[in-house]
């Protein structure tokens, strides 16, 4: 919202309003906010007015309710400061206020500078060149005749990274190249001679263009025979064997085939054998409530130092009674040299248990109370493992080292408590 100044002259020394007012309207258009005296230009007075819209019209100023004054000019919504009347005619107003018109239509103010409106120089410019009528400029021998131009509204092309258009070519009408078209000794020139009209498959090679080919080079019989390794034999014959095989070897695969197809079912995502299939297997053997519990021994679980091959049993522990002693066991596996291999010991869950020669269970260690290094586990048989009941001398048992989770046996065998030589007191 611009504020317009609006100098008209009046007798010095009053105190004036201001109305605007449309050429033949007595309504008044606006009213100035204040209407004040020039100091140095007696006479001169300048009303403040706002958001003018662009007209001309009649300035009265009034000293209370009598009119003093009444003067022609243009004025618009702009900040600028316009001069009405100075002796001029109501004729020449209206002419001075349409040129006014006219010009303040085509400037504009940027940054205090004026100059020709950009919509003005648009029209003049860039609208009248690119909304032209085409066939208004096709004068001989001007741009406008010689500048290609799409018969379309289909008029862009697309311009590659190399600067290259990228732009499809028409199809090329039939007869539209002919021999003429190239000069002689051109590769379609030469290319030329080397076919003619053949009337069975309409063009075929020259004698002259094949004059230079290998002798025997061609895809006959025996080039075909000798290529794929049967030289010396029919290949017919050959092919008439391979397709009796498929006729019976095959037929007679797909009868087994068909018959193992029946003894599978879907269960889930995989196969099981069906019932029937099953039928005739031996009753108390497989998976379910019936079937047998295997017990898997260990690969090999051999004692450290306390080996003793002149016992029953290979891999007794031994200790002196009423004496709780430390045993250090190593185990192995065996590759299929027979060789010896480590197994981890310390990534699994282990259960010693000691039992009597009648199988009470006399002791138990779980895991926290079994030392593990690599392939080897230590542990200390307990107090009721080494004191024989009824102050007797001697006592036997069973022991075994299993894996918690799963109950596999990885060592077992024989412990025995003996009496041994003792200071008397």
């Known amino acids: 919202m611009a504020t317009q100044q609006i100098e008209f002259e009046a007798p010095s020394g009053m105190t004036l309003t201001c109305t605007l007012h449309v050429a033949g309207s007595d309504t008044i258009a606006k009213t100035a906010s204040a209407v004040v005296e020039q100091t140095n230009r007696k006479g001169v007075y300048r009303a403040t007015f706002s958001s003018v819209s662009a007209n001309t019209y009649q300035l009265i100023a009034r000293s209370g309710s009598t009119g003093v004054a009444a003067w022609w000019g243009y004025a618009q919504d702009i900040a600028a400061t316009f001069s009405f009347g100075t002796n001029v005619t109501k004729t020449d107003g209206y002419v001075n206020s349409f040129i006014s018109e006219q010009i303040a ?32 400029h096709t004068t001989n021998n001007t741009f406008g005749q010689r500048v290609l131009r799409s018969t379309t509204s289909q008029s862009t092309v697309a311009v590659t990274g190399s600067n290259h258009v990228a732009a499809d070519i028409h199809e090329i009408q039939a007869g539209a190249i002919v021999d003429s078209d190239f000069a002689a000794g051109s590769i379609y020139a030469k290319l030329g001679t080397l ?18 080919a290998p002798a025997s080079s061609g895809l006959d019989a025996a080039g075909v025979r000798s290529a794929i390794g049967l030289a010396a034999a029919n ?9 009796d095989y498929i006729d019976t070897e095959v037929a007679a695969i797909k009868t087994v085939t068909d018959k193992l197809n029946t003894t599978v079912e879907i269960d889930g995502a995989v196969y099981r054998f069906t019932t029937n299939a099953l039928e005739q297997a031996p009753s108390g053997v497989g998976g379910g409530s019936g079937g047998q519990t295997v017990v898997i021994s260990p690969s090999a679980a051999l004692q450290n130092q306390y080996y003793k091959t002149t016992d029953r049993n290979p891999n007794p522990l031994d200790c002196p009674l009423y004496a709780q002693k430390t045993f250090s066991i190593s185990f192995y596996s065996l590759d299929n040299a027979g060789e010896k291999v480590p197994v981890d010991m310390e990534s699994k869950t282990l259960r010693v248990t000691f039992e009597s020669s ?48 799963n109950n596999f046996v990885w060592g077992y065998g024989t412990w025995e408590v003996f009496d041994v030589a003792f200071k008397d007191p």
């Open 105 to 136: 239509s085509d400037i504009e103010n940027d940054s205090n500078n004026w100059d020709i409106a950009s919509a003005v120089l648009g029209a003049r410019s860039a609208t009248s060149v690119w909304e032209s009528v085409t066939s208004s």
């Open 195 to 212: 076919i003619e009209a053949d009337p069975v498959s309409g063009f075929r090679y020259t004698t002259q263009a094949l004059e230079q």
């Open 235 to 243: 290949l017919d014959t050959q092919l008439s064997a391979i397709d």
């Open 358 to 405: 009648s199988g009470a269970d006399l002791a138990v260690l779980e895991n926290a109370a079994i030392a593990k290094s690599g392939n080897s586990i230590t542990f200390t048989n307990p107090a009721a493992a080494s004191t024989p009941p009824n102050s007797a001398k001697k006592m036997m048992g069973k022991w075994s080292c299993r894996e918690t989770s």
